[in-house]
């Protein structure tokens, strides 16, 4: 996987970027969990989000949707809290987002 994320994050197309994610939900098997007991994982990449254990993939992509970084959070982590982490380092001129990352924290350092 890393070795795919390097070869496309090579010459980005960067006059704009977009920043999404999205949600999967993991089996109660999947979390190492004993069926019917739903305990907070530790040390993983997975936490509780309405009814199920699951994970979110916010992704930084260049203008031609070419992946140049990723993250991966419990379930319960909003998308617009990782939007910074995934933006460090990369300056463009548009940044592209869902209605949900219109927060006044972000918007600012994108600014910067």
Do not use: W
């Not at 739903?38 to 916010?58: M, N, S």
Request: charged share 20%; glycine share 8%.
């Amino acid at each position: 996987m890393e070795a795919i994320h390097c070869h496309f994050a090579q010459g980005p197309d960067l006059p704009s970027i977009l920043n999404d994610g999205t949600i999967v939900r993991a089996h109660s098997c999947a979390a190492g969990t004993p069926q019917g007991i739903l305990e907070e994982p530790q040390e993983q990449a997975l936490g509780r989000f309405q009814d199920g254990i699951t994970f979110v993939i916010p992704v930084m992509v260049d203008a031609l949707g070419n992946p140049l970084d990723f993250i991966l959070t419990g379930g319960q982590v909003a998308n617009v809290t990782q939007a910074n982490t995934l933006k460090e380092g990369i300056k463009v001129t548009y940044a592209l987002m869902e209605k949900a990352s219109d927060a006044d924290k972000l918007i600012e350092q994108l600014k910067l």
